[in-house]
Nanobody, 123 residues
Framework: VRLVQSGGGLAQPGGSLKLSCVASGFSLVSHPIAWFRQAPGKQREGLSCSNGGTTYYRDSVKGRFAISRDNSKNTEYLQMNNLKSEDTGIYYC???????????????????WGQGTQVTVSS
């Protein structure tokens, strides 16, 4: 099981970025992907969790962030719009072959993580 992330970088407030999470060793069709963020000096925060059908979003990103999947590429994307300075942090995707998403998802649900990618929102 492996997750490889790409995307991220620098964006201005109000701008957009798109992150990718490419899965190998398992099929996204049958397993969840969650996105987390760790801001400087803060604990890792869950942002979204998708089983491929239902997606749970945290209030901090609801209406601004959206996930999508390309099953042919075994890839999930996190589209981030209307970025704010507080969105700055290291972003991670995560999965687990034994768990599924629910509204209370936490990092403890997931045993496999991407390498993380930096997102900086600044003018």
């Amino acid at each position: 099981v492996r997750l490889v992330q790409s995307g991220g970088g620098l964006a201005q407030p109000g701008g957009s970025l798109k992150l990718s999470c490419v899965a190998s060793g398992f099929s996204l069709v049958s397993h969840p992907i969650a996105w987390f963020r760790q801001a400087p000096g803060k604990q890792r925060e869950g942002l979204s969790c998708s089983n491929g059908g239902t997606t749970y979003y945290r209030d901090s990103v609801k209406g601004r962030f959206a996930i999508s999947r390309d099953n042919s590429k075994n890839t999930e994307y996190l589209q981030m719009n209307n970025l704010k300075s507080e969105d700055t942090g290291i972003y991670y995707c995560a999965t687990d072959l034994e768990m599924s998403c629910d509204a209370d998802f936490t990092e403890g649900y997931f045993g496999a993580w991407g390498q993380g990618t930096q997102v900086t929102v600044s003018s």
